[in-house]
Nanobody
């Protein structure tokens, strides 16, 4: 059974940084693309960032480009999201997800392409 466990969320002030972690088990982590999504109260879950199985490709939502960095450590079965210069509008529950097929050449922003999700970690940014 695939399990994804996020950690690292918290309450911070605008301009601060946080690093989220997502530990994976139950699948050959090194073979799969990973994604980060977020969901604010009353809003749809939205794409934040994705990274390919070998870290060769990354993609970001326009709203976080230049401030967030996604990385993947296959030896530790962990994907990270470094979030800098946080803004109040970044407040949301952040989820990591693993793509359904191995060795995909391209990352995706589509939620339907990811078949397992973590439980989420809350990030709150105060102004």
């Amino acid at each position: 059974q695939v399990q994804l466990v996020e950690s690292g969320g918290g309450l911070v002030q605008a301009g601060d940084s946080l690093r989220l972690s997502c530990a994976a088990s139950g699948r050959t982590f090194s073979a799969y693309n990973m994604g980060w999504f977020r969901q604010a109260p009353g809003k749809e879950r939205e794409f934040v960032a994705a990274i390919s199985w070998n870290s060769a490709r990354t993609s970001y939502a326009d709203s976080v480009k230049g401030r967030f960095t996604v990385s993947k450590n296959n030896a530790e079965n962990t994907v990270y999201l470094q979030m800098n210069t946080l803004k109040p509008e970044d407040t949301a529950v952040y989820y990591c997800a693993i793509q359904g097929s191995p060795f995909r050449a391209t990352t995706t922003r589509s939620r339907s392409e990811y078949d397992y999700w973590g439980q989420g970690t809350q990030v709150t940014v105060s102004s």
